[in-house]
T-cell receptor, first 111, second 114 residues
Framework: TQLLEQSPQFLSIQEGENLTVYCNSS?????LQWYRQEPGEGPVLLVT?????EVKKLKRLTFQFGDARKDSSLHITAAQPGDTGLYLC???????????FGTGTSLTVIP | NAGVTQTPKFRILKIGQSMTLQCTQD?????MYWYRQDPGMGLKLIYY???????DKGEVPNGYNVSRSTTEDFPLRLELAAPSQTSVYFC?????????????FGEGSRLTVL
């Protein structure tokens, strides 16, 4: 089992639909990050959340950090084909030196 | 700007061979990481380093070794390659805070062991 579990693993939706991706752990994280990865490239940072209950918005993307700092969610409103990619949550453990990634959610938005 | 550079981009190895994946960053970051990624999955931490001369194991270190003689370079060595090591390998560096700093990734090295 991985430290950070994401659900769903795969998601295929029509353009214009809304979706939510979840990132859960049994461990407390001092912060969590969300990355997006396109085929053949490395992940790129979308957002960092650091406070329990924090909500951050980036255009059509809304990120939330759980009150207990063990989980996070990513909500996309009116998905577009350009949102297609692998979404990864990630966070530090052991004084921040180790940095773990979640199991990933592969999103396909169909035009 | 170069950022994080990995070489080679592709490599095919025979079972039992050894090789080194090179990683260099020009951002003067202290933290560096090696991950492996199997198709459609997340990244698993192999080894990490918090500065020159300091390395430590991650989640899946068996079959790999690293060194960090300089701030810039963090090579990953595969000894006695096995088919289970077929994967895409990513090197990353992180600046700023250990807890909130952003990871910058190389383009990845696709390794196939036959």
């Amino acid at each position: 089992t991985q430290l950070l579990e994401q659900s769903p693993q795969f998601l295929s939706i029509q353009e214009g639909e809304n979706l939510t991706v979840y990132c859960n752990s049994s461990s407390v994280f001092s912060s969590l990050q969300w990355y997006r990865q396109e085929p053949g490239e490395g992940p790129v940072l979308l957002v960092t959340v650091v406070t329990g209950g924090e909500v951050k918005k980036l255009k059509r993307l809304t990120f939330q950090f759980g009150d207990a700092r063990k989980d996070s969610s990513l909500h996309i409103t009116a998905a577009q084909p350009g949102d297609t990619g692998l979404y990864l949550c990630a966070g530090p453990q052991n004084t921040g030196n180790q940095f773990y990634f979640g199991t990933g959610t592969s999103l396909t938005v169909i035009p | 700007n170069a950022g994080v550079t990995q070489t080679p981009k592709f490599r095919i190895l025979k079972i039992g061979q050894s090789m080194t994946l090179q990683c260099t960053q020009d951002m003067n970051h202290n933290y560096m990481y090696w991950y492996r990624q199997d198709p459609g999955m997340g990244l698993k931490l192999i080894y990490y380093s918090v500065g020159a001369g300091i390395t430590d194991k991650g989640e899946v270190p068996n079959g790999y070794n690293v060194s960090r003689s300089t701030t810039e370079d963090f090579p990953l060595r595969l000894e006695l390659a096995a088919p289970s090591q077929t994967s895409v390998y990513f090197c990353a560096s992180k600046g700023g805070s250990s807890r909130t700093g952003e990871l910058f990734f190389g383009e990845g090295s696709r390794l196939t062991v036959l």
